[in-house]
């Protein structure tokens, strides 16, 4: 028997967007992004470059933002995973959300649900951004279409919106 014909399926449980979900692997270095784009049908998480160098694959597991397309699914299995099909409550687009659409943030949109992602964790651990502190937090995201300032602008209502909710 060959090394390979030895490898087991392994079975996972991935937390995503508040439901838990049994995922059959059938090798042990499934990326995350393969697994929810593929297996669970979550596309909202893009695939750009496959080497965390564009941040589409963006996502927040356990408040911290993370290149899905570098994780490995077995790693993400009972850690909480929130993508950008997540963010949406009851029909209410999330705060970043409804700033890019209020701000036309967007353009060819390939990076914007990294950047809603990028923005949303910000927020979380900071509330009130400074535009510098706002680059810095989607700074690992590459737009190729805007000049960032719509996007910034989007983040920086989001962040108004989430104080006067408050």
């Keep these: 028997m060959s090394a390979q014909e030895t490898i087991k399926r ?3 449980k991935l937390n995503v967007n508040g439901s838990d ?3 059959d692997l059938e090798k042990g270095y499934e990326l995350l992004s393969e697994v929810l784009r593929e297996r669970l049908g ?3 998480t893009k695939r750009g470059c496959d080497y965390g160098g564009c941040g589409c694959c963006s996502l927040i597991i356990d ?5 899905s397309c570098m ?3 077995i790693r993400a299995a009972g850690k909480k995973i929130t993508t950008i099909e997540g963010l949406e409550k009851d029909g209410v687009l999330s705060p970043v959300q409804q700033g890019f659409v209020d701000h036309f943030a967007f353009q060819c949109g ?3 649900p990294g950047m809603i992602m990028a923005g949303t964790a910000l927020l979380e651990q900071n509330p009130n951004p ?3 502190e706002i680059r810095e937090g989607i700074g690992g995201v590459i737009c190729r279409c805007t000049g ?4 910034i602008e989007a983040i920086k209502a989001a962040s108004e919106a989430k104080r006067k909710a408050q």
């Design 10 to 12: 392994i079975r996972i």
């Design 21 to 23: 979900y049994f995922v």
């Design 42 to 44: 979550l596309t909202g």
């Design 63 to 67: 408040n911290e933002i993370v290149y």
């Design 71 to 73: 994780m490995p699914a």
């Design 110 to 112: 390939y990076c914007t």
């Design 130 to 132: 400074t535009e510098e």
């Design 148 to 151: 960032y300032i719509k996007i």
